[in-house]
């Protein structure tokens, strides 16, 4: 019995030192990088980004068709106010998208395409007295501009071509080309918009080295612990995918029900549903991006991110690293004393890299287990993008880009859970990187397609000083 306690403590004891020792030794290894002084951003460019928000280029459904005064006039404000990318590249509009093209001097090199969207979500009319300044205003207010697209995108679109614009009068010449392109359906999928962008381009046998978009951020306080800005370049989004799930019985009347009538049994495959949710898992790329943000931590959340051996669940769950389940539209039922024949559910997928949407479909039918219920799918059947190159030179530009501007950031990979339009241009480039140095924070963060979207003005112009730089960097 001595021996046994002996024996137990010497294994407490090495299990404590190997936890403590693989803490210590996790150490950050982001290298040093010179910090340049970024451009002037003249007032004059808020004006033209407070016009901007002021057009409403609204996506509400393919069945509702864009407004063309709106998307037209977004089009003439900007010919009108970047009149050098309107001299100097080359523009084509397909429908309301804008394309356009910065010939670079050597051809050898494979182009680069800076992207993101025109178009908006609308604004929930019961909500307009819960913001600070109508939504298509651009308002600015206390130091920061209001208005959907100060967030959710136009504000890139914008800083994108201000920093070409300001490019352009400094004389630079590109050695690489560049695209730009600004999809106007990106908020209902994006197929007439960049996806007839990349069918173009598929056309014209254009191979990038990487597209840049939208989808990534600069996290303010989000972490918890975590006192660095935290600059996440997304290489990866999760598949998409909606199930409708359907129950067929026999109904019957009210006053005679069954055990398993119509209605209690869809009920129940919908908590069978989320009590067996997807496990949540790493890949690579997480642990990639534990190994990165863990130095950074204090002490206990380091002990836990440099042993994900034995706290990775929690850690994981924190991330949301695996596939979502999310129940989204119910139907059924027609009178108050009938039982119905059938009932619906709408259960919506994130698709978690390594998981296919046919996975999720033998998840379903497996996990609801009942041969009433049939199962099909109604939205398109996403599946999650390949996993960018995150040791690439792009990547590298990009990473660069933000520590030159943002001494002591972390930059990190990362996994997105909403969708963006890169998936349009899977084929034809490399590698897709989705970030823009807009910053996300905890009075800011229910912007996105909700109530009150705004930006700090001393942001955007962070934004407009990331792509200006960027552009230099690419150069080089
Ligand atoms: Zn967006």
Request: glycine share 8%.
């Amino acid at each position: 019995m001595k021996k046994f306690l002996k024996l137990l403590a010497i294994a407490v004891v090495a299990f404590v030192l190997f936890v403590l020792l693989k803490t210590l030794t996790l150490t950050s290894k982001s290298s040093a990088v010179a910090q340049v002084t970024p451009i002037e951003v003249p007032d004059e460019a808020l004006a033209r980004l407070q016009k901007t928000i002021q057009f409403k280029t609204i996506s509400y459904s393919y069945t509702t068709p864009h407004d063309s005064i709106e998307f037209t006039g977004l089009h003439h404000h900007f010919a009108s106010v970047f009149p050098l990318v309107h001299s100097q590249l080359e523009k084509k509009t397909i429908q309301y998208s804008l394309l356009y093209k910065w010939p670079g001097t050597d051809a050898s090199l494979k182009p680069v395409l800076l992207m993101s969207h025109l178009d908006v979500v609308p604004v929930d009319e019961g909500t307009l007295k819960d913001w600070e300044a109508p939504p298509f205003s651009g308002e600015i207010k206390n130091g920061n501009i209001y208005g959907r697209g100060t967030m959710d995108d136009k504000v890139s679109v914008v800083a994108i071509l201000e920093a070409v614009e300001t490019a352009l009068k400094a004389g630079l010449k590109p050695k690489r080309t560049l695209y730009l392109a600004f999809g106007h359906d990106e908020e209902i999928g994006g197929e007439q918009g960049a996806g007839a962008i990349a069918r173009y381009l598929q056309e014209q046998g254009v191979q990038f080295e990487c597209v840049i978009d939208e989808g990534g951020e600069i996290v303010e306080g989000l972490v918890p612990g975590l006192t660095k800005d935290l600059a996440i370049i997304n290489v990866a989004e999760k598949g998409y995918v909606s199930f409708e799930l359907t129950i067929a019985t026999k109904g019957g009347h009210s006053s005679m029900p069954t055990a398993d009538n119509t209605i209690g049994s869809l009920a129940k495959a919908i908590t069978n549903l989320e009590a067996n949710q997807f496990p949540y898992k790493t890949i690579p790329l997480i642990d990639r991006q534990i190994e990165i943000m863990g130095p950074h931590m204090p002490f206990i959340q380091k002990m836990a991110f440099a042993n994900t051996w034995l706290f990775g669940s929690k850690i994981y769950e924190a991330l949301g690293t695996h596939t979502t389940t999310a129940p989204t539209i119910i139907k059924g039922g027609v009178k108050d004393n009938v039982i119905p024949t059938s009932a619906s559910v709408v259960v919506n997928f994130r698709v978690m890299p390594g998981e296919t949407t046919e996975d999720v479909l033998q998840h379903i039918i497996k996990t609801v287990n009942d041969t009433r219920i049939t199962v099909k799918s109604i939205s398109n059947r996403n599946e999650p993008s390949p996993v960018s190159d995150y040791e690439s030179a792009s990547y590298k530009i990009i990473e660069k880009t933000v520590l030159q501007l943002l001494p002591g950031a972390i930059v990190t990979p990362g996994l997105v859970s909403g969708g963006t339009d890169t998936k349009h241009y899977q084929t034809i480039s490399e590698n897709a990187y989705r970030f823009f140095p807009i910053r996300v924070n905890d009075t800011n963060i229910t912007g996105f397609h909700g109530i009150n979207e705004h930006l700090a003005v001393s942001n955007y112009k962070e934004i407009v000083q990331f792509y200006y730089q960027l552009i230099q960097n690419l150069n080089e």
